[in-house]
């Protein structure tokens, strides 16, 4: 994705895992799917569970709970994969819920030291909308970050 991701005008999509909400601008977004079949891949990180199909393209999974807070949990029919576009790669997801999508007023986003540490470079600011705490990503950051983005694209033209 070639566009700079900015906080004004920021309609997010707004997902969870665990407990805690995550916003990615919808401009990232392409699709929210259904839990579905992922065939393991060797040899990669953790958080890279594996490849699935979804409308006749092979696309790499990422496991977004791994990748963020290091844990993983056994997929579930609950869960959902968000499918996202990073240049000219689309990359799912794997999600606990995607809940819904909302503007995220500029005035509503608030930042911390900890944003301006490369290892979170992905995190845009925090945004508190009633009784809400909505942590925003850059979600092409946080795969460059987490995973080697050429390694995906990688994965995807070996099958």
Do not use: C, W
């Not at 977004?64 to 689309?90: C, F, H, S, Y």
């Not at 946080?142 to 990688?154: G, I």
């Amino acid at each position: 994705m070639k566009d700079q991701i900015t906080l004004q005008d920021f309609k997010a999509l707004i997902f969870k895992v665990g407990q805690e909400e995550y916003g990615v601008h919808i401009k990232q977004v392409v699709s929210i799917e259904r839990m579905q079949a992922i065939t393991p891949y060797p040899n990669r990180p953790a958080h890279v569970i594996g490849v699935t199909t979804i409308r006749d393209e092979v696309i790499p999974v990422v496991d977004v709970r791994t990748a963020l807070i290091r844990e993983t949990i056994k997929p579930t029919d609950d869960m959902r994969i968000i499918i996202v576009q990073t240049d000219d790669n689309a990359i799912g997801l794997v999600v606990d819920a995607a809940t819904d999508v909302l503007d995220i007023a500029p005035d509503t986003i608030q930042h911390s030291n900890l944003m301006e540490e490369k290892d979170v470079s992905y995190l845009l600011g925090i945004s508190k909308l009633d009784q809400r705490l909505i942590i925003l990503l850059d979600i092409e950051k946080l795969l460059e970050d987490t995973t080697n983005l050429d390694e995906l694209k990688e994965i995807k033209n070996e099958l």
